[in-house]
């Protein structure tokens, strides 16, 4: 069930007639500005972790820089088969994440280095985005054409969204000066814009604060939400066998692996926005000129912290605003290749292009292009995931087990057992609690 997420056509004509879902997690942090050096890793914790200066080694290139850490929860959720060619799957889904875009290299330096080099710098920018959101999702797919060895379906999801908060921080043409003494307007300033093109808004800040399974459950159930919206996936899937009587035809409970040679498979993701009109104000498209910030207001700065930093830093009160702002779903691109060498062999190449502007207001799909061979059994499968991520400039190396209907997995093997300065980490893991097979529709 967890490929309705990437595809809504892959419920028509799949091998269940009925599986529960319990839970699924993805759990993500990436940069292209920095690496690690620390001696921390995730299965090494006896050494402290922190993410500070001294700990973090800069990439040499001056282009601009984009992080994301968040979290994808997913369950529970059932699908159901209607018929040989058409089936129906419920789900359910958390997202949160903290990103940013289109980073000047020199303003995320001194970001880290806490604005400790004196300087003056033209021509910088900026695009912070922090969002929290539920979904019910509703997929529906069906096979529309269905001859000899050629097999097409295509699906939708339709994904009702409770927003639980949203932030974004946009800085355009940026000019500032950093001085270690107090500069033209006084006291503590230690800095100063001297021009800032920005946007600026928050909806309920307090959802980003704490989260346990208490808060996950609240969210589901849609209580305490301030926003609300929908979304949409849309997908097709090819499929060709070159056998005469294809393996589909048989029951699958006596069958391994796929019944086609090859596919392919399209999809348009996340289509959709979030609308927020409670506990929101906006500021949009505002300009500061010869605003000088104190140290205190431009440090210490986080996700628990940020909007009261800003009111401090900012003249925001004297800057028009309205109660309400809308953030968008982080619409992609998906494309990718299934390849079958034999019922246990395979080869898959993914393709994800984020389709989001530089500018674009709330959570983004930093695209990525994937090669994966797998080995696939009854009870056990194992994928080498090898991908170019964070806009195609990095590459992971990851390995995912499953054993019977429990996944878990990485596509960033190295941050986890080894000290080779990664620039972030991945962990992935899906259990489904029921799976019943039967017939697959023929080609």
Not at 165 to 174: F, I, N, P
């Amino acid at each position: 069930m967890n490929g309705v997420v990437y595809n809504p056509a892959s419920v028509a004509a799949n091998r269940y007639r009925l599986q529960i879902h319990g839970v699924s997690s993805d759990l993500h942090a990436t940069n292209n500005a920095y690496k690690y050096i620390g001696n921390w890793t995730p299965v090494n914790r006896d050494e402290g972790f922190t993410l500070k200066a001294p700990f973090l080694k800069a990439t040499s290139t001056n282009a601009l820089k984009l992080f994301s850490a968040g979290m994808d929860l997913r369950g529970p959720g059932v699908l159901v088969r209607l018929s040989p060619t058409s089936a129906v799957a419920v789900g359910t889904r958390i997202r949160r994440s903290l990103q940013g875009n289109a980073i000047s290299a020199s303003l995320l330096t001194q970001a880290v280095t806490g604005f400790s080099t004196p300087g003056r710098w033209r021509n910088s920018s900026f695009n912070l985005n922090s969002n929290a959101f539920a979904e019910w999702d509703l997929t529906y797919g069906r096979v529309i054409i269905q001859q000899n060895q050629h097999l097409l379906k295509a699906g939708v999801t339709l994904k009702r969204m409770m927003g639980q908060g949203a932030a974004y921080l946009q800085g355009r043409e940026v000019a500032y000066e950093l001085t270690q003494e107090a500069y033209r307007k006084g006291g503590d300033s230690t800095l100063v814009l001297e021009h800032l093109q920005g946007s600026y808004a928050v909806a309920n800040a307090e959802a980003q604060r704490d989260f346990d399974l208490a808060k996950a459950i609240q969210w589901l159930t849609g209580r305490g939400t301030s926003g609300q919206g929908w979304g949409a996936d849309l997908g097709v899937v090819y499929e060709f066998d070159p056998v005469a009587d294809p393996p589909s035809t048989s029951e699958t409970g006596n069958q391994v692996g796929a019944s086609y040679k090859w596919r392919v498979a399209v999809s348009l993701n996340d289509v959709g926005s979030v609308n927020y009109n409670r506990r929101a104000i906006a500021y949009d498209n505002f300009e500061l000129n010869d605003q000088a910030v104190s140290k205190e207001d431009i440090t210490g700065v986080y996700l628990t912290n940020f909007d009261s930093k800003l009111n401090s830093a900012l003249p925001l009160a004297s800057l028009n605003s309205r109660n309400h702002l809308s953030t968008g779903l982080p619409t992609a691109f998906n494309c990718d290749l299934d390849y079958a060498f034999n019922r246990h062999l395979y080869l898959n190449a993914g393709l994800s292009q984020g389709i989001k502007g530089r500018y674009s207001r709330g959570m983004r799909q930093f695209s990525y292009a994937s090669l994966t061979p797998r080995f696939e059994s009854k009870w056990l499968g194992v994928a080498f995931p090898f991908s170019f991520v964070n806009n195609y400039q990095q590459l992971n190396c990851g390995i995912a087990l499953r054993i019977g209907s429990a996944t878990i997995g990485t596509n960033n093997m190295a941050a986890l057992f080894s000290k080779q300065d990664p620039r972030g980490f991945n962990v992935y893991s899906e259990l489904t609690l029921l799976r019943l097979e039967g017939k697959r529709v023929a080609h």
